[in-house]
């Protein structure tokens, strides 16, 4: 293996950055050396299963298709790859001599707008993971189809999972190896004809393939993916869920599991319904994501000269693939009342301990509404689209969403007004058809309640506002045999008498 030491020491030097002082960001593949504005990538010499970056050729093609693949959703971050390049008076970068490595040099962004940085300082907040999962949405929308099976895609990376943990024994645990082998190549066998047909359908794509918080910034506000997968082509062609599925497994395993099932909501609501019966492969995608990165945790270790450091994370997220491979059975929860009654932010506080992480997927009537209508959530809409025959459409949506989710074993909390008990009935004859039992919870509160919540919102899904809680409460909606609860206090106290009232699943 090529001694980098050379290039290492020139790059990590302020006198080659003007004196800029230099910070070092290591991972199992990659050096970065950050100076001033700017930041320079070079490959590590390694060579695994999946990746061999050991000759100066091969890093400095992978580096032009990091370029490639970079540049186009990040603009603002991709320069260019240069050499460090030996001259009569030494190393010098860009310089015309003899490569001694390549380095792609890029505009550096602040620390802080890392999506990772932003998690960490609990400024996720749920407006920024519903940005984010229209963001992902967008990439996979202009990833380019490629033909590839997608059962075969899964196959190979357990294979792979199962050469490298052969050896990680001692840092995974024999049983715990076994076990996650074992339960993901019975849940891929299941899933086969699933995921072949999403390959003939144009959901296997040249995907992002790394797409964790690390590997996402703001920029103006909006969040940008960055270094996609680039070393090999094989492993970043995947099914546009399995690519999210990294965010999601990643979001869940910081402790933000209701910020992961929000992204994943926006994802679903952008796709218009189309992916919402692939679902059924996401608890095996999110298994194979966690196994992943415990695999990389260990390497990375091993890369730094520091085995063992990251044992117990890693046997963790290996914990975490096989909970994943054993999901509960899904859920029909309703959430009905007046607008103003907290339906949304029930729901939401509901869903992420509903079933597998990242929870239910919640169905809200406003954004199906702006959804079929082709607007933005938060762009109001004039009183036509309130009209029956457009409320019964947002009904049927809603609940033929609610439907595809089920059968593919995902749970449902449904969250709109339900006052017409027609509504009530075909949410219960949804259930019944999935064998399930419709859990319905109707939310009370006084009408001064309901305006002055409805009159202080901004930003948000709903146009109701006083005029349309006055006509509601006209026309004497009823909870029929839903759970009747009062809303009136603090919002952590509803949710949890409504937790108390759902009971266990």
């Known amino acids: 293996m090529q001694d980098q030491t050379e290039a290492v020491r020139f790059l990590s030097d302020p006198a080659t950055?003007?004196?800029?002082?230099?910070?070092?960001?290591?991972?199992?593949?990659?050096?970065?050396?950050?100076?001033?504005?700017?930041?320079?990538?070079?490959?590590?010499?390694?060579?695994?299963?999946?990746?061999?970056?050991?000759?100066?050729?091969?890093?400095?093609?992978?580096?032009?298709?990091?370029?490639?693949?970079?540049?186009?959703?990040?603009?603002?971050?991709?320069?260019?790859?240069?050499?460090?390049?030996?001259?009569?008076?030494?190393?010098?970068?860009g310089g015309k001599g003899e490569p001694v490595e390549w380095v792609l040099r890029m505009w550096r962004f602040p620390a802080e707008d890392e999506l990772s940085a932003v998690a960490e300082r609990g400024a996720l907040d749920d407006r920024l993971a519903a940005r984010l999962g229209r963001a992902v949405a967008n990439y996979h929308r202009a990833a380019p189809r490629r033909e590839a099976d997608g059962d075969r895609l899964i196959a190979e990376i357990l294979d792979e999972l199962a050469r490298v943990f052969a050896g990680m024994e001692v840092a995974l645990g024999r049983e715990r190896?076994?076990?996650?082998?074992?339960?993901?190549?019975?849940?891929?066998?299941?899933?086969?004809?699933?995921?072949?047909?999403r390959s003939v359908e144009g959901r296997v794509r040249r995907c992002h393939g790394d797409l964790h918080l690390r590997n996402l910034v703001l920029i103006e506000g909006e969040p940008v993916p960055f270094d996609a997968l680039e070393f090999d082509e094989r492993l970043g062609t995947c099914d546009i869920l399995y690519d999210l599925a990294f965010l999601l497994m990643d979001l869940d395993h910081r402790g933000l599991t209701r910020a992961a099932g929000i992204a994943l909501g926006a994802w679903l609501l952008a796709a218009a319904g189309t992916e919402d019966s692939g679902l059924a492969a996401l608890p095996l995608f999110l298994a194979v994501r966690a196994a992943i990165r415990a695999m990389v945790l260990v390497q990375t270790d091993t890369a730094r000269g520091a085995p063992g450091h990251s044992d117990t994370e890693a046997r963790h997220l290996l914990d975490e693939a096989c909970r994943a491979l054993s999901p509960p059975p899904p859920r029909l929860i309703a959430v009905g009342g007046v607008s103003g009654s907290g339906k949304t932010l029930l729901a939401a506080s509901l869903a992420p301990g509903v079933g597998l992480p990242p929870g239910a997927v919640h169905l809200r009537s406003d954004l199906e509404r702006k959804a079929l209508a082709g607007v933005a959530a938060d762009r109001h809409l004039p009183g036509a689209a309130y009209a029956d025959e457009a409320r019964r459409r947002v009904y049927r949506r809603m609940l033929d969403r609610a439907g595809a989710l089920l059968r593919a074993g995902w749970p449902v909390i449904l969250d709109a007004t339900f006052l017409d008990p027609a509504d009530r009935e075909a949410a219960q004859d949804l259930a019944r058809a999935c064998g399930l039992r419709l859990e319905g919870i109707w939310l009370e509160t006084s009408p001064e309640v309901l305006v002055e919540r409805v009159t202080s919102r901004q930003g948000d899904a709903s146009d109701a506002d006083e005029a349309v809680v006055r006509a509601q409460l006209g026309r004497h909606p009823g909870a029929g045999d839903w759970i009747l609860l009062d809303a009136t206090g603090p919002a952590d106290e509803v949710v949890e008498a409504v937790r108390r009232a759902l009971g266990p699943a």
Do not use: C, W
């Open 177 to 197: 190896i076994a076990r996650f082998d074992a339960d993901a190549r019975a849940a891929l066998a299941r899933l086969a004809p699933l995921l072949g047909r």
């Open 17 to 93: 950055h003007q004196g800029q002082p230099v910070e070092v960001v290591e991972t199992h593949g990659a050096l970065v050396f950050l100076a001033g504005r700017e930041a320079f990538k070079i490959k590590r010499a390694v060579r695994y299963d999946y990746m061999d970056l050991s000759t100066l050729e091969r890093r400095h093609r992978m580096l032009l298709r990091e370029l490639e693949l970079n540049r186009p959703p990040a603009p603002g971050i991709y320069r260019d790859v240069v050499a460090v390049a030996r001259e009569a008076e030494g190393l010098a970068l």
